[in-house]
């Protein structure tokens, strides 16, 4: 095993101002880092993301051509008590979701989209589960 330790999520986004409001004002994120234009570090309790624009050396192509963009299935999860409330609440505040709400045995969870089409799951632990009991540590609830 390596010696190493947890440092962050990131996303890539095509504004990086926006994605730091989206994620400031609609999931109560703070600003860690701001270094540059295309680069924002950001932060909510303990979780930290990495907002990489275009123009950052975290948006470069991969060796063989791949270009990294935003969107895809990956995403952070952020546990809330009342679901249908949040998604209501952010609703009427625009933000997009991809699919409607999901009910399973370790709970309900839906996905909300930022500006760049990256996924973020809300969730709700069932009545006396937390994501961690049900599912060993993801939110596949």
């Not at 932060?43 to 975290?58: E, I």
């Not at 309900?108 to 089409?117: F, S």
Request: net charge negative.
């Amino acid at each position: 095993m390596i010696d190493c330790r947890a440092g962050a999520v990131r996303y890539q986004v095509t504004d990086v101002d926006r994605a730091v409001d989206f994620y400031t004002s609609h999931f109560g994120f703070r600003v860690l880092m701001r270094p540059g234009p295309p680069f924002a570090g950001i932060a909510k309790d303990g979780l930290t993301l990495w907002l990489s624009g275009p123009a950052s050396s975290g948006a470069r192509p991969l060796p063989d051509g791949t270009t990294q963009s935003p969107g895809g299935s990956n995403r952070i999860v952020l546990e809330v008590e009342d679901l249908e409330a949040c998604v209501d609440g952010l609703r009427q505040a625009g933000v997009r979701f991809r699919n409607d709400i999901e009910k399973g045995p370790g709970g309900h969870q839906i996905q909300a989209a930022d500006p760049d089409g990256n996924a973020v799951e809300l969730f709700q632990p069932a009545v006396g589960a937390t994501p961690s009991t049900v599912t060993g540590g993801g939110s596949t609830g």
